[in-house]
């Protein structure tokens, strides 16, 4: 059993060893370990031709990444948190998505970003946020979000081994509230395939991070009142894995949308969009978003209010289920 | 490098209209010398308290400044009234040496609304966490109050590891070219959480960076409280005089953790900290002011109570008042709300009144 946290170290300890060219870079990864100990023990172990704590600059840690992955490297990059990487948005949208593409497909830009993210753990301004509509507007960039640990090894060495860019955000919330049996070894959850986390018959609950939890959680209050709920983990962002959520909607004629990020143009609107193109005749009522609100994240002191809830969740079902 | 705090006074890098260092500066009288002594210890208390509640569950993570005091105090010291300031995390009290209520950085540290304040109240603008990100903000206001025809300056705090940013060079740039009223107060304390400056720049001095933009600097010892408010003061009176931003490199030594929720056990030099520790800003400062004779028996330990006792009660008033309505997300977002927000509001408040 592993928490989520040590099981992205795992990887990175796995996919370090297997590969010579994967390089992880970022502030305080090193002899600290990250301020989550994400890359704890790696300098130890690999030393820091293959662990480096650099400057404090995000643009600059990207920005390197990218001549790095020109010169044949795989690039690791830790962002210390969510909003931290703002700065690097820059290096994301002008050149770690474009590279490919300008270069008429010659160049390979397997880099990738991890970085904690989301609220719910009382931190302070700019800890909490939630970025990945950013990172997945961006062309040529893939985005994971894992919700257990067994998929934040999976994923993340998938990520790394990508010939694409991709994002990994971590939901700092599970880091280590969960714990879960995590495979041994080189272990690869392949990107872009949902999971039916919890199987239901009379609405589909998508979810990804940390909203998963809040999911199942909601499944097991509606299950009380004797409704079925599917929970559907996204797990992969872009590429989107549209077969697994319409299937799921094709059965339950229902689906409720729960993302922590703000509500307007966030992930959820391009779930919500997915199913008014393919699956408007299965639907036997709206498709609801519960998300974060459209202001900037609250002092944490109110942050529970700002959360997607399982009240709240389930305030959406019943609205959607009493719409027939 | 980080110069031990032994073997640096003060040495200008780019030539200034130099004054003879002596132990009191010009115009500091003796009621500004315990003024100082005031403002660090009610700093001191403020940290030494914050980290103590923070240990008791009362605060959410906190970043300590203790020893930081003599650089906070000193530099606001030489600031006019309508001047402003740009604090980083690390400077979160600053705005007590202002008059802002302590409830109020007490409620940013608990994660309140109530610690969310108005930087016009005191000319304190509000906490900055992404590093160096407010330097360019604090140019900009500095050029906008002259633009304006008002003569007030700005000064900024900010860290050894904010010269790595963009924010920061890109700021410098601006405040060079726009002879912003702008004092750039840099942090050197050693350390990024983790990272020491040797690691974090290829640069001899921190304070050599300025010279890329043309903007005179100067280093001095960030523990002496009086050094710092002299180099803070020498530089507002070139920005007034219409002679642009300067740079201070004010050089400590990180003597405790980057913030309640770090391990520095991993990668500092227990040693070296306890040595710095002997050399605190504060103790320091006492024993000078003993010296001159400003400083009667008793009195330095009668302060610290009675800045402690005002800490403690400022605490209760905010442990026991009723909390903000969590509607104020909504209602300090925008001006004018998207009709979406005001939706969300109104959905807020009635479950808000239905729990």
Redesign the interface.
């Known amino acids: 059993m592993k928490t989520l946290v040590e099981a992205v170290n795992d990887a990175l300890h796995v996919e370090l060893e297997r590969d010579p060219s994967v390089f992880v870079l970022g ?2 990864v ?4 990250g ?1 989550f100990r994400a890359t704890a023990g790696l300098t130890e172990r690999f030393g820091s031709e293959r662990c480096f ?1 650099t ?6 840690i990207v920005g390197t990444a990218v001549g790095l992955a020109l010169a044949g490297w795989r690039p690791v990059c830790e962002m210390q948190f969510d ?2 990487s ?2 690097a948005l820059d290096q994301v949208i002008t050149h770690v998505g474009r590279y490919r593409a300008r270069s008429g497909g010659a160049v390979q830009m397997s880099l990738v970003l991890r970085m904690p993210y989301g609220g719910g753990v ?6 909490q946020d939630s970025p990945e509509a950013f990172y997945v507007h961006a062309p040529g960039v893939k985005v994971v979000v894992p919700s257990t640990p067994a998929d934040a090894k999976g994923l993340l060495s998938a990520a790394i081994r990508d010939p694409d860019p991709v994002v990994v955000l971590e939901p700092k919330r599970l880091y280590r509230s969960v714990r879960g049996e995590v495979p041994e070894g080189e272990w690869l959850v392949p990107l872009g395939q949902a999971r039916v986390a919890a199987p239901g018959e009379d609405v589909t609950l998508i979810a990804y991070g940390a909203m998963v939890g809040v999911a199942l959680d909601t499944r097991a209050a509606l299950a009380e009142e004797g409704a079925s709920a599917e929970v559907i983990d996204l797990r992969t962002l872009k590429p989107l894995d549209e077969d697994t959520v319409l299937a799921s909607v094709r059965k339950t004629g229902r689906a409720v949308i729960v993302q922590e990020a703000p ?2 143009c966030g992930f959820g609107s391009e779930v919500a969009a997915l199913l008014a193109e393919k699956a408007i005749f299965d639907l036997r009522g709206p498709v609801l978003r519960v998300t974060g ?4 994240y ?6 529970d ?2 959360l997607p809830s399982v ?1 709240r969740v389930r305030e959406a079902v019943r609205r959607v289920v009493e719409f027939e | 490098m980080v110069p031990s705090s032994a073997q640096v006074l003060r040495s200008l890098t780019v030539p200034l209209s130099s004054t003879q260092r002596s132990p009191v500066p010009a115009g500091l009288v003796q009621v500004d010398l315990l003024g100082l002594h005031r403002d660090m210890t009610l700093l001191r208390a403020f940290d030494e308290q914050a980290v103590a509640y923070q240990g008791q569950g009362r605060l ?2 906190y970043a300590i400044h203790w020893g930081h005091e003599a650089m906070q105090a000193g530099a606001l010291r030489a600031l006019a009234v309508g001047d402003w300031v740009f604090p980083s ?1 690390r400077e979160s009290a600053i705005g007590l040496l202002r008059g802002m209520p302590i409830e109020t950085v007490l409620a940013w ?5 109530a ?2 304040w108005n930087p016009y109240a005191q000319g304190v603008a509000n ?1 900055c ?5 407010h330097v360019p903000h604090a140019v900009g206001f500095a050029w906008g109050a002259r633009k304006k025809g008002e003569d007030t300056c700005a000064l900024v705090f900010f860290g050894d ?2 010269t ?4 920061f060079h890109e700021g410098l740039t601006f405040a060079g070219v726009v002879r912003a009223p702008v004092v750039l107060l840099c942090n050197n304390n050693g350390w ?4 020491p400056v040797s ?3 290829g640069a001899r001095h921190l304070a050599d960076k300025a010279a890329g933009y043309g903007i005179p600097a100067v280093t001095v010892d960030g523990g002496d409280v009086l050094a710092v408010y002299e180099a803070t003061r020498e530089a507002l009176e070139r920005a007034r005089a219409g002679d642009g931003p300067t740079f201070i490199e004010a050089i400590t030594y990180r003597m405790a953790s980057h913030a309640t ?3 520095p056990s ?2 500092w030099d227990a040693e070296r900290v306890s040595d710095e520790r002997q050399r605190e800003c504060l103790t320091r400062y006492e024993q000078l002011l003993r010296e001159l004779g400003v400083l009667a028996d008793g009195e330095a330990e009668q302060r610290r109570e009675e800045s402690r006792a005002a800490v403690r009660a400022a605490m209760a008033v905010v442990e026991s008042r009723p ?2 309505p ?1 509607s ?3 209602d ?2 925008y001006a004018v709300p ?1 009709s ?2 005001l939706r ?1 509001r109104d959905d ?1 408040e009635r ?2 009144h239905d729990r």
């Open positions: 502030e305080d090193g002899v600290l370990g301020v704590d400057p404090l600059a995000e643009a600059g909003a931290f703002y700065p009382r931190a302070p301004e700019l800890h509500r307007t609100y459209d202001v900037p609250p002092s944490f002191s109110i942050e209010t700002y009240r | 959410g993570t995390y540290w608990r994660g309140e609304p610690g969310c906490i966490v992404p590093i160096g990100t590891g904010a790595s940013e963009g924010a990024a959480i983790s990272t690691a974090q720049s929720a770090d391990e991993l990668y909390p903000t969590v104020v997300m909504f300090t977002a998207p979406g927000v969300d807020v479950e808000d």
